[in-house]
């Protein structure tokens, strides 16, 4: 009997049956509700995903799957004991298009090129949860999607851990970011969001970055974001960067955990943005020319209750060509400037 053809309403909820495919094995249990699809080592996940309907659930066994894919309908993909998704091709490793999907628990890894990822969603209210991601230029990538639950995940040995492009209302969350200049030019980001990629929420993430250049968490273009509870190292030859906001405006920079040992490493850095809120925030900067909060061309942001420190020629706070900026409350000695 084809199971796929079985009308669903006509088996009881106590039954459970199961028949073994080429593709995978597939549980249809109760009524009408959704399939369990069973995924072993040498079967291809993207025939189980072409197979399955929407709210299906895929069980991915313990094993390595050389492939790239895509996920189009709303689906769970759920890795049992961590298997490995490896990109067969150039591309992301699984490149998700469907609203509502839930990834879990998968090792993903081998994408290639910049807005590419281990995973890389552009669709919207997804959740990506326990998933391990590596050996890509971009670990997570998020192009023009939102709504987005991104927890728990680990990204490490890429350049970049988290991209977001054109996409806003994204938690990200509680994430292990460790990333030490895979890129060609040696730069490297724990999270990056870029153009118009607003009303995200950034916390509780652990971020180590390596690299000749890089920033624990770089905001570009972009507007009322909140980054708050993170814990970021860098340790970058030339500049390590904690938190950057550049061109940003209406941000909350709050309660942040940075060091840095880069040349020219900065705890917090501000250019050409305005109306942001830096508060409460650890830093110390240990490379000998760095600055723990670096205010430049911004106008109208509050600093305040900071424990801003600088070693060396440092400068605990500076500020250049800035305006209309408010101090309060910081623990800083060396400050240059006028706010």
């Not at 153009?195 to 970055?209: A, C, E, L, T």
């Not at 970021?232 to 550049?246: H, P, Q, R, Y």
Request: net charge negative.
């Amino acid at each position: 009997m084809n199971i796929m053809n079985m009308d669903r309403g006509n088996i009881r909820d106590s039954i459970i049956i199961s028949i073994y495919l080429p593709i995978a094995i597939i549980f249809i249990v109760g009524l009408s509700h959704a399939a369990v699809i069973e995924v072993n080592p040498g079967q291809s996940i993207q025939k189980a995903i072409d197979l399955a309907n929407p709210g299906d659930t895929i069980r991915v066994l313990n094993g390595t799957y050389t492939e790239n894919i895509e996920i189009d309908k709303q689906l769970t993909v759920k890795g049992i004991d961590m298997p490995v998704i490896w990109a067969k091709h150039s591309g992301s490793t699984i490149n998700i298009t469907a609203d509502g999907c839930l990834i879990e628990g998968i090792d993903a890894g081998n994408s290639s090129g910049w807005h590419q990822g281990g995973i890389r969603i552009t669709s919207n209210n997804n959740v990506i949860h326990r998933n391990e991601v590596k050996d890509s230029r971009t670990g997570i990538v998020l192009q023009e999607s939102s709504g987005n639950k991104i927890f728990y995940n680990d990204a490490r040995n890429g350049g970049t851990g988290i991209f977001l492009r054109n996409s806003c209302d994204n938690t990200i969350e509680r994430n292990e970011i460790s990333s030490h200049g895979k890129d060609s030019l040696g730069v490297s980001y724990g999270i990056y969001l870029l153009n118009s990629s607003n009303h995200n929420i950034i916390r509780k993430n652990i971020i180590d970055i390596g690299g000749l250049i890089n920033g624990g968490i770089m905001i570009y273009c972009s507007e009322f974001n909140s980054v708050n509870d993170n814990e970021i190292t860098g340790s970058g030859l030339f500049s390590g960067m904690g938190v950057a906001l550049l061109e940003s405006n209406n941000c909350l920079i709050e309660n942040n955990t940075v060091a840095s040992n880069g040349i020219l490493g900065q705890g917090i850095r501000l250019m050409f943005s305005h109306n942001n809120t830096i508060d409460d925030n650890s830093l110390c900067c240990y490379g000998p020319i760095g600055q723990a909060i670096a205010i430049l061309q911004s106008e109208n942001n509050r600093i305040s209750a900071n424990q801003a420190k600088s070693w060396h020629w440092g400068r605990d706070i500076e500020f250049e060509g800035a305006s209309g900026n408010k101090l309060s409350g910081n623990d800083a000695i060396r400050i240059y400037g006028e706010p």
